[in-house]
């Protein structure tokens, strides 16, 4: 019987791997940098709405010219998503590296700024009634003016991933003086339009269904908080469990994974979002337009004044923005993607064909993606 009791821990260890002996999938943002050797701190900016946002700030060595850059991410993901994969191909330590004042910035809802005056993400449904237009009419404002203000500049640069861009491009589209907030915008996988995906989310034919199920039953946080909670702990025991689970149930194998991959993916590529934030991307897929919330024709008439949400207008950015973008992301394609530098006309400074196989999750973990995004971005950075 003993002898059965060590022949099935073995059988498991050999299947799903030994404990996981790389730290970065149990840490948080501070945690991986402090690991690292990078002073840093934690700000924290409250909304106008009352949503209390944190900032995770790599402070600069005293003798750079601390020029402050704020860096937002995607969907599904938070600050962490930049630091996680190490000095080596991390954004924030390479920005930090050349001399930037690193400000990593986190949306409502995320596991960093899960947090309001009066609202609790767990029992107030409220908390979570929010899409990705409220991230750019008022959190991105709010983060851009509070470390204009910490750092006593008149304006910083920014970096966007995916959503960290359409994000951007509401803010402009609702308050364009920001422009004047921004010296650049260097945007990776930029979505605004997403009618030429080269894999549809599934569901997305169904979105008002599912929409509906999901009020029904409420569930106002995907995946759910206690889900996310499970996968960081698998992640951080097994390798090949967490490969597993990300092949299974997410179909994402990057071609460019190292060993680290499977693990970086699940424990700070699925943080949970609003039921909303979701269904808004599902409305622009379905629609091929970039427009505000739909709430329906008759609720349409009393937040909008029309039966359709407006669309954001991209002619109102005057901010250069540089666009990357890959032929094997399968969420951004190439028609897309140029869909967004033809409507921001003479704002479109550079549209970026990046070579080289890079996913959609390959712009933050990819082991190459250093060599093939980062250090061109750092280069024309360095012309503003």
């Not at 979105?207 to 909670?229: H, Q, R, S, T």
């Not at 990300?246 to 943080?271: A, R």
């Not at 094997?328 to 400074?349: I, N, P, Q």
């Amino acid at each position: 019987m003993a002898n059965q009791k060590v022949l099935s821990v073995c059988f498991f260890i050999h299947l799903f791997g030994v404990f996981a002996d790389k730290e970065n999938a149990r840490l948080t943002t501070p945690q991986i940098l402090t690991k690292y050797g990078y002073p840093n701190e934690v700000h924290h900016v409250t909304t106008s709405d009352g949503y209390i946002l944190a900032l995770h700030r790599i402070l600069p060595d005293k003798n750079t010219t601390h020029k402050p850059v704020l860096v937002l991410h995607g969907l599904f993901v938070e600050s962490s998503s930049f630091v996680s994969t190490g000095v080596k191909n991390g954004l924030g330590f390479l920005l930090a590296d050349e001399g930037y004042d690193v400000w990593l910035g986190n949306v409502r809802g995320t596991p960093s700024s899960r947090n309001h005056t009066t609202l609790h993400p767990n029992r107030d449904p409220k908390f979570w009634d929010f899409s990705w237009h409220e991230m750019g009419t008022i959190d991105l404002p709010a983060m851009v003016d509070y470390v204009l203000n910490v750092t006593h500049q008149a304006s910083l640069y920014y970096v966007g991933y995916s959503q960290g861009t359409t994000i951007f491009f509401v803010m402009m589209a609702t308050h364009p003086p920001y422009n004047a907030k921004i010296k650049v915008h260097m945007a990776m996988a930029p979505v605004a339009y997403l009618g030429h995906m080269k894999k549809v989310p599934v569901g997305t034919s169904w979105n008002n269904i599912l929409n509906l199920l999901f009020k029904v039953f409420k569930i106002n946080e995907v995946p759910p908080n206690n889900l996310f909670f499970v996968l960081r702990r698998v992640c951080a025991f097994s390798f090949r469990l967490c490969n597993l689970i990300s092949m299974t149930i997410f179909d994402y194998k990057t071609n460019q994974e190292d060993s680290n991959t499977p693990t970086y993916f699940l424990t700070h590529f699925v943080v949970p979002v609003s039921r909303k934030q979701g269904h808004h991307y599902m409305q622009i897929i379905k629609s091929g337009y970039f427009r505000r919330y739909d709430f329906g024709r008759r609720k349409n008439e009393e937040v909008y004044g029309s039966s359709t949400s407006p669309s954001y207008n991209l002619s109102l950015v005057t901010t250069k923005c540089h666009l990357f973008y890959s032929r094997d992301d399968l969420l951004v394609s190439e028609v897309d993607a140029a869909r967004v530098c033809k409507e921001l006309g003479g704002a479109c400074a550079s549209s970026n064909l990046v070579n080289g196989t890079i996913k959609h999750p390959d712009w933050l973990i990819g082991n190459r993606i250093g060599e093939l995004v980062y250090s061109k971005l750092l280069n024309i950075m360095a012309d503003y």
